[in-house]
T-cell receptor, first 113, second 114 residues
Framework: AQSVTQPDIHITVSEGASLELRCNYS??????LFWYVQSPGQGLQLLLK??????LVQGIKGFEAEFKRSQSSFNLRKPSVHWSDAAEYFC???????????FGTGTRLQVFP | DAGVIQSPRHEVTEMGQEVTLRCKPI?????LFWYRQTMMRGLELLIY????????DSGMPEDRFSAKMPNASFSTLKIQPSEPRDSAVYFC????????????FGPGTRLLVL
């Protein structure tokens, strides 16, 4: 069955520290992978996506993610976190002949000054 | 572009009442998605349309929920009768179709059923 796992429900980091949010997926076909961010009271916004090619993808706001097929992972990283990055982050997987995305349960990021 | 527009932004109603949520997708997008977000269940896909046709409604909780897309620029999600457990944030999203395309989310409708 198709699924996305975000093992960390809540992460707290200090401003300026590096960040890595984990995402593991289970998908029968070649996956399309996404990271979305949700600020409080708002809808989801795309950070980055991966379909094929270079396994390291760059996104908005200084985020990047690396696709590792052998580990079925698509972890999100940022070298230096800003207070404005505090939000909830969702990993999602799609592909095949459907428009559906399967979303993970999200990771809430808290940033301390 | 105005983005995905949802109305109302907030709705408070009493159990048993009918609730109608509205969505205007981004012009030119041919796929539309309705999601529900709760603390307990996270983000759930309820139904999605492609070219105004419902493609997958397997996420619709029960017969009390119905969705329509009469044209490319408008969709509704109706709950009748509403129950307290329907309280959630309901998001509409649209895309150009195919799972490669970015889904653009609206700001959501926060529904409280008393």
């Amino acid at each position: 069955a198709q699924s996305v796992t975000q093992p960390d429900i809540h992460i707290t980091v200090s401003e300026g520290a590096s960040l890595e949010l984990r995402c593991n997926y289970s998908y029968g076909a070649t996956p399309y992978l996404f990271w979305y961010v949700q600020s409080p009271g708002q809808g989801l916004q795309l950070l980055l996506k991966y379909f094929s090619g270079d396994t390291l993808v760059q996104g908005i706001k200084g985020f990047e993610a690396e696709f590792k097929r052998s580990q079925s992972s698509f972890n999100l990283r940022k070298p230096s976190v800003h207070w404005s990055d505090a939000a909830e982050y969702f990993c999602a997987v799609g592909g095949g002949n459907t428009d559906k995305l399967i979303f993970g349960t999200g990771t809430r990021l808290q940033v301390f000054p | 572009d105005a983005g995905v527009i949802q109305s109302p932004r907030h709705e408070v109603t009493e159990m048993g009442q009918e609730v109608t949520l509205r969505c205007k997708p981004i012009s030119g997008h041919n796929s539309l998605f309705w999601y529900r977000q709760t603390m307990m269940r996270g983000l759930e896909l309820l139904i999605y349309f492609n070219n105004n046709v419902p493609i997958d409604d397997s996420g619709m909780p029960e017969d009390r929920f119905s969705a329509k897309m009469p044209n490319a620029s408008f969709s509704t999600l109706k709950i009748q009768p509403s129950e307290p457990r329907d309280s959630a944030v309901y998001f509409c999203a649209s895309s150009r179709g195919t799972s490669k395309e970015t889904q653009y989310f609206g700001p959501g409708t926060r529904l409280l059923v008393l």
